[in-house]
């Protein structure tokens, strides 16, 4: 679904993704481990083609080559990216953006736009599946969400729009337990054959929730290791400076 | 939308007649032009009298200067001051002679053929529906007692109302816009809502007959009696077209006891080109009385348009516990420029004001917010709130806070917070990686920035207005 060869990243003539290689087929859940400053979150903004990084190299995504496309083609063709930190929009309702949001992608689906009705239904459902308080739906959009609020409201989005890959950049940090089992589940219930996931982490704490099939260690822009679940188990013991 | 839309019914003798020969006064600013207009429309000695102490009055007070955009020179002396209806040589023929791009506007806002044509000031020989609507309404309205109609019919039928309150809030004398207004005026709308009566509908220009063309001096006057309410509607969400370049227009309204009014304005005329060439300057004096004890002034503004806005819509409150509010939308793109605000001048004890003011600016724009807040000595127990809010979009174009703040008495407090922002990248990118497009998402985003403002609006209103704050900021973002 996802081929990454030979990507090269930087921002202000800085160098950050130093020639990464990433194979992420249907049905897997891939995790990207490593320390601060790796490239983790450069690896994701990359891919979700944010503004203001010089790439190099070839991303393939479903066949197509991602470099040329928008952020919101991207989005549009499958491709979300749960925020590190999501952004507040003060005055939008929450309600009213997921709706906005879901109608573009389904317009680039060549489906049907959704009607109010029809939203509201849908959106209920898929946020008691999460836990999700309605009232929540109806507030400004993450204007003063805690912050494993915010992080339930990435996850409600990410099983609104059913990408067919996911990306987490963070997604556990600065959640309590309950939080990170809410997210878990979440992804774990989204989870089948014909999506993808890569979850980008500090920790192992997510991976005891969410069990990867392959473990990526990043370091200084490369990937330098890449194992099974276990081993996550094995860093936590070891740290990363063991590796390189 | 096609030709079929247009009712035709031709017989209807009360219909659309385009063949009246133009009449115009000859150009230039003098006593004849002014003897002109009150004849022409049959004025009573008393009203060509007061156009005429104005105008004596005019011949002294300047041109004031000291607000931000700055202008070309007006020659006063080779303007038109009164030409209507007119002739159908000087109107387009069709759709097909106006600018692109308000069509393409037209068609975002969903605006029906016939009404884009008569915004164009396009003859249509037919009957449309908003006129047979108009005569149904007015019906209703005369059974309650609300007179609604045109200043000059009620020159005519209402002298009374007309000369107890016409100068009323804004003095003949006021400052020089105001004054020429008061000399040349041509038309505009007259409201009165009788004692203890609740306008059962939102009053609009657009249901009055002969609403269109009045003119670059327009003059209207709302009076709400002791315990009444009305809310009315100014203006349009559709460009409009003008070769007016100059608009002074006065709006006076006066609270009794006990009575609200709701006075909610779209102003949408031409910007000028992107180059800011041409354009509307939109110089208008809008006041409100609140005359009696507990009554409130509400002026809701959304001002897209024009190539410069120059405007203080403000409520002199003069009877006790009377509440002033001022709620505006100010966007200016391209090379537009506002200097709007507000003035809240407490004279009563326990009058409270509100202003909320969201400025937008993108392109080279320059949007200034000026606003005074005046707590008289007298007027203990008095509040004010001020909430001031720039945006920014791009780095071109700049944005002004100009507040002034006076409080001659010590239990009276006001407030007032500003702040500038720009538009936030990581927001567009946020809502672009949930598939919103780049237009999609800075209307979202700004539409979130007015809401407050746009909540204010009659509901109707509300939805054609937030889609003309997207379209005004078209090509601004990326």
Redesign the interface.
């Known amino acids: 679904m996802l081929k990454i060869k030979n990507l090269k990243a930087s921002i202000n003539e800085k160098l950050i993704l130093k020639g990464l290689d990433l194979d992420i087929k249907v049905g897997e859940v891939h995790a990207i481990m490593g320390p601060n400053g790796s490239g983790k979150s450069t690896l994701a903004n990359v891919l ?4 203001g990084y010089e790439t190099e190299g070839e991303i393939s995504f479903d066949g197509i080559n991602l470099i040329d496309l ?3 083609e991207r ?2 063709k499958g491709m ?2 749960a ?1 590190q930190y ?2 507040e ?4 309702n929450t309600n ?2 997921l709706k ?2 879901l109608n ?2 389904r317009k ?1 689906r060549g489906e049907k736009a959704l009607d109010t009705l029809t939203f509201l239904k849908l959106i209920k459902e898929k946020a008691k599946e999460l836990n999700i308080d309605e009232k929540f739906l109806s507030r ?2 993450n204007v003063g969400f805690s912050g494993g609020e915010k992080k339930k409201n990435e996850i409600l ?1 990410m099983k609104l ?1 059913e990408p067919k890959l996911s990306i987490l950049d963070e997604t556990d940090s600065g959640l309590d337990i309950d939080a990170l089992r809410v997210v878990a589940d979440g992804v774990n219930s989204y989870k089948n054959k014909k999506n993808a996931f890569l979850i980008i982490t500090h920790y192992q704490r997510l991976l005891d929730y969410i069990k990867p099939d392959y473990i990526h260690v990043l370091s200084a822009g490369k990937i330098i290791k890449t194992g099974n679940a276990d081993l996550g188990k094995q860093l936590e013991k070891t740290g990363y400076a063991n590796l390189s | 939308m096609n030709n079929q839309d247009i009712n035709i019914n031709k017989d209807y003798k009360y219909g659309f007649t385009t063949d009246i020969e133009s009449i115009r006064a000859p150009k230039g600013l003098n006593e004849d032009t002014i003897k002109f207009i009150s004849n022409i429309k049959k004025e009573p000695k008393w009203m060509l009298d007061w156009r005429l102490k104005a105008f004596k009055r005019l011949k002294s007070l300047k041109e004031p200067n000291w607000q931000k955009p700055k202008y070309p020179k007006i020659n006063y002396q080779d303007l038109y001051y009164y030409s209507a209806p007119k002739s159908s040589s000087d109107k387009p023929k069709s759709l097909d002679e106006i600018d692109p791009k308000i069509l393409e506007t037209y068609k975002k806002l969903g605006i029906p053929l016939v009404e884009q044509q008569r915004l164009n000031g396009i003859a249509v020989d037919a009957v449309f529906d908003s006129v047979s609507v108009a005569t149904t309404f007015k019906d209703e309205l005369t059974k309650k007692g609300i007179i609604f109609c045109s200043i000059s019919e009620a020159i005519q039928k209402h002298p009374d109302l007309v000369k107890k309150y016409l100068g009323s809030v804004i003095p003949l004398s006021d400052h020089y816009f105001a004054t020429l207004n008061s000399a040349v005026f041509t038309d505009g709308s007259f409201v009165y809502i009788p004692p203890n009566t609740r306008c059962p509908m939102e009053l609009s220009t657009y249901f009055r007959i002969n609403a269109s063309e009045t003119g670059q001096f327009e003059r209207t006057l709302i009076i709400a009696d002791k315990g009444s309410y009305v809310s009315y509607l100014e203006g349009c969400t559709a460009p409009m077209r003008d070769e007016n370049q100059l608009h002074a227009a006065n709006v006076e309204l006066i609270a009794l006891d006990d009575a609200e009014i709701k006075y909610s304005t779209v102003q949408n005329w031409y910007p000028g080109d992107k180059n800011g060439v041409g354009g509307i300057y939109n110089f208008v004096t809008k006041r409100g009385a609140c005359r009696g004890k507990n009554s409130k002034i509400s002026w809701t503004q959304v001002e897209t348009g024009s190539a410069i806005t120059w405007k203080y819509p403000s409520c002199i409150l003069q009877g006790d516990n009377s509440v002033g509010e001022f709620y505006s939308i100010a966007i200016t793109n391209n090379h537009q420029k506002a200097d709007t605000g507000t003035k809240m001048i407490h004279l009563g004890k326990n009058t409270k004001s509100k202003i909320i003011s969201k400025g937008i600016s993108a392109g080279f724009a320059d949007n200034t917010y000026r606003g005074l807040v005046d707590i008289n000595k007298k007027a203990s127990n008095s509040r004010n709130y001020t909430q001031c809010d720039s945006l920014l979009m791009g780095n071109k174009c700049g944005a002004h806070t100009v507040p002034y703040i006076k409080n001659k008495n010590s239990t009276s407090t006001i407030e007032h917070e500003a702040t500038t922002t720009k538009i936030n990248e990581e927001q567009l990118y946020y809502c672009n990686q949930r598939g919103l497009d780049q237009e999609e998402a800075v209307s979202l985003i700004v539409n979130g920035f007015c809401k407050e403002v746009l909540q204010q609006l009659p509901m109707e209103f509300a939805v054609e207005a937030q889609k003309l704050v997207a379209i005004s900021l078209e090509g601004s973002v990326g």
């Open positions: 979700s083609g944010k503004n928008k952020i919101e989005a549009q979300f990216l925020f999501p952004l929009i003060p005055g939008v009213n953006f906005t949001s573009s992608v680039a400004q959009l989005q729009l």
